[in-house]
Each structure stands twice: as C-alpha cells, then as structure tokens.
C-alpha cells in the first residue's frame, strides 16, 4: 500500500488536482467513504500540516469496504491494490469541463489507454474492430528489455475463445492485432509479469528506458514519456 499511494501521490496531474484544492475534504460532507477525500487528507498531512509518520489506516479500511473481495486474510500483491484503487476513484468521481460542457474522469484521463483492436476472421479473413480499455500493461517477460516485451504484447495473437464472425455468422478463432491508440493516457503503467504459476519469481534483468515517445514505442505520435515511479518486489517467490 504504502509504494503505491506514493506513486499516485508524486504523479505530477494528481498532485495538481490535489493542491489546487479542486477537492477539498473540509467542505465536502454528503459523501459516504469517500476515496478522493482520503487522498485530500494524505497531501495535508504532506504538505500542509507535515507530521512524522502518516497511517492512511482509512484508506485501506475504505479499499476493504468497497471492494470486499480484498477484505480478508488472502495475500494481495501491489499491483492487484493499484487497480482496484483507480477503480474506486474512478467510479466515485466525475468532473465537468466548463470549457467544452462534458463530464470528465480524471483517473480515467490520466491512466486509461483506449486501443482499437482489429479482429481478423481465420476463415473467411473479414475483419472487425473492437475497443479495449487498459489501466495497466500486464506483460509476459519474453526478452530482456522493457520495449520489446511491450512490442510482443501487442503482436498479433490467435484468439483461444472462438467470437462470432460477422460474415461467417458462426462463431470463430480471430487473429488480433493492434490497430491504434484511439486515446492515450496521461500516464502509462507497466507491470512485468515476474511470477510463475507455481509462484517462484523471474529474478532476470529487464532493462527500460527513461522516455517513451514515437521513436521507441509506435502509436504515441508526437507525445513524450518520462519515468518517475519504480515499484520493486523484494524476495524470490510470492
């Protein structure tokens, strides 16, 4: 919990946000377990009143309430609690935009990637578009090196469930494969996928680079990454 609220509380758009005092904790009273004035309160604690040890004891006892899948004595890793966090700021906040009269989600403008996907038919080769929404990249550890992992999670892969072909009008094994980036996040989130299925660890060296931009990563265009966060698991199994 404690590397995961500081790599949201360091995002530099959360902690815009935060300090403009866009939600202020002190004048917000008719929302119950409320996730983002916990938020408000850790960057008090930080920056305006600064005390010596924080325990955002509130935080984890509203992540358990809200999602009691994670209220038990079961092992969960950082990964699992960072997604279910964004999910509940998510869920519980929207934000209007003055300036073009829409409702906006700021998680969901600052972490969410939406790709369009095409889905090629293997039997009559049509093909269709679909939609998918990424918070975070899970990615198999194929080679030693953070882009080409990222260029493999976006290969063309033969789905194992056969979908409906839109021609053949029975259900079939598709190829899909990246098309584009209808929308980029503010914030990319990468998870290397370092345990087995018997929870021994992938201990080997995976290299990454500080920026990402059209260069290095096909699809951003013209827009630029820089790394500020690195969430390490310490130790050689689960």
């Given amino acids: 919990i404690n590397v995961i609220l500081q790599s949201i509380i360091h995002n530099s758009y959360i902690k815009s946000y935060f300090l403009s005092e866009l939600h202020n904790n002190i004048y917000i009273k008719n929302i119950k377990n409320c996730m983002w004035c916990q938020i408000d309160i850790l960057y008090q604690q930080m920056y305006y009143n600064p005390i010596d040890t924080i325990a955002p004891h509130k935080i984890l006892y509203y992540n358990w309430l809200l999602n009691t899948s994670l209220a038990n004595y079961s092992q969960h890793d950082a990964c699992e609690f960072l997604l279910n966090l964004l999910n509940i700021l998510a869920d519980t906040d ?17 972490y969410q990637s ?7 038919c293997n039997v009559c080769h049509t093909n269709n578009q679909i939609n998918d929404h990424y918070y975070i990249y899970s990615l198999a550890l194929k080679q030693d090196n953070l ?31 990246l098309d584009t980036f209808k929308q980029l996040p503010k914030t ?21 680079p500080l920026l990402l931009n059209h260069e290095n990563m096909p699809g951003i265009q013209h827009q630029q990454y820089q790394l500020y966060a690195v969430i390490v698991h310490i130790g050689k199994n689960l």
């Fill in 94 to 110: 929207i934000h209007q935009n003055k300036k073009e009269e829409e409702e906006v989600n700021l998680i969901q403008l600052i």
């Fill in 114 to 120: 939406n790709c369009i996907y095409n889905l090629k």
């Fill in 147 to 177: 882009l080409d992992n990222l260029s493999f999670f976006f290969n063309p892969t033969k789905d194992e469930i056969k979908k409906q072909c839109i021609k053949c009008n029975i259900p079939t094994i598709h190829t899909k494969s």
């Fill in 188 to 208: 990319f989130i990468f998870q290397l996928k370092r345990m087995k299925n018997n929870h021994d660890k992938i201990n080997s060296y995976i290299s990454f």
